[in-house]
């Protein structure tokens, strides 16, 4: 874990392509330290073989939770994402989704995946209570969200990406995302098509990696789009419910940082103070998380 001494920043995201980011605004926080990279398969591995625990992804669903859905198709999986074969419309999300039988942390894609090899990668597949359990375990906690934002600002002015305002300085890929044409073509111009391993590129000045790009990372607070207007200055901890307009009724928490399958074109959340979300339940194989403790 690194050390990251306590201090003051300017948190959120003037950016007018985003609508949960404003006002920017001011925190204060405490020391804590941060987990140098995203939890590793090998890590998560551990942890599992210490408690026998089975992430949401492996664990039976109930039918009467999915009314109208023929119960026979209800089954233990994970979304994964698979590339189309050719060009679509981007504003049908399941283009390129999959929800995939028995696709889970130790199966990325399917059951006819596993983790051989790819220790050192992000587990993934991993939804809110798999992470918090986790952390839990391993005597840590998950980030808050301006913990995390702070951390990977580094003490750097509010630029477009956490590193500075170029994408690409000098030539130079600074963390894992989508070149080419997304999302039947991925060209791998950073030297991955979808996941790397921990710590493929540069870490910030905190000596943390990975804080954009690679997989999407859960931290603490619940989600709500307004949360920032009546966000108390000093180490805030999130709303004390959630709220997220496009799916009302469900709990949701925030996520941060991109993954691999954000680019200029589609999702470009990675930008630095900018916002993910998701379901307390939801897994995919582009969402993992990392721990800090006080």
């Avoid at 805030?236 to 799916?247: L, R």
Wanted: with cysteine; aromatic share 14%.
């Amino acid at each position: 874990m690194v050390h990251i001494k306590g201090g003051s920043f300017q948190m959120g995201s003037d950016d007018p392509s985003f609508n949960d980011t404003r006002p920017v605004h001011a925190v204060n926080l405490k020391d804590f330290w941060m987990d140098t990279h995203e939890v590793t398969n090998a890590e998560f591995k551990k942890f599992v073989d210490a408690t026998g625990y089975k992430t949401v992804a492996e664990q039976q669903l109930d039918p009467k939770d999915f009314p109208g859905v023929d119960p026979a198709s209800v089954v233990p999986g994970s979304g994964v994402f698979t590339a189309p074969a050719q060009p679509v419309s981007l504003d049908n999300p399941l283009q390129w989704w999959r929800y995939v039988a028995g696709a889970s942390w130790q199966h990325p894609y399917g059951p006819q995946s596993n983790n051989k090899g790819r220790e050192n990668y992000p587990v993934v597949n991993i939804s809110y209570d798999d992470a918090k359990s986790y952390a839990h375990w391993a005597g840590k906690r998950l980030p808050t969200e301006a913990e995390w934002e702070y951390a990977a600002r580094a003490n750097k002015p509010n630029t477009t990406y956490y590193w500075g305002n170029e994408l690409h300085p000098g030539g130079k890929m600074m963390s894992n995302n989508y070149q080419g044409h997304f999302p039947d073509k991925d060209t791998a111009e950073d030297g991955f098509k979808g996941l790397s391993p921990v710590m493929s590129f540069p870490p910030n000045a905190n000596g943390l990696y990975d804080m954009e790009g690679n997989v999407w990372e859960w931290c603490s607070d619940f989600y709500r789009p307004d949360y920032y207007a009546k966000s108390p200055t000093d180490n805030p901890q999130g709303p004390s419910d959630s709220f997220d307009p496009d799916e009302p009724g469900t709990i949701s928490h925030v996520q941060r940082g991109g993954s691999f399958i954000c680019s200029e074109q589609y999702c470009i959340r990675y930008k630095a103070g900018s916002r993910g979300k998701g379901e307390v339940k939801s897994a995919s194989d582009n969402l993992g998380f990392r721990c800090v403790k006080d």
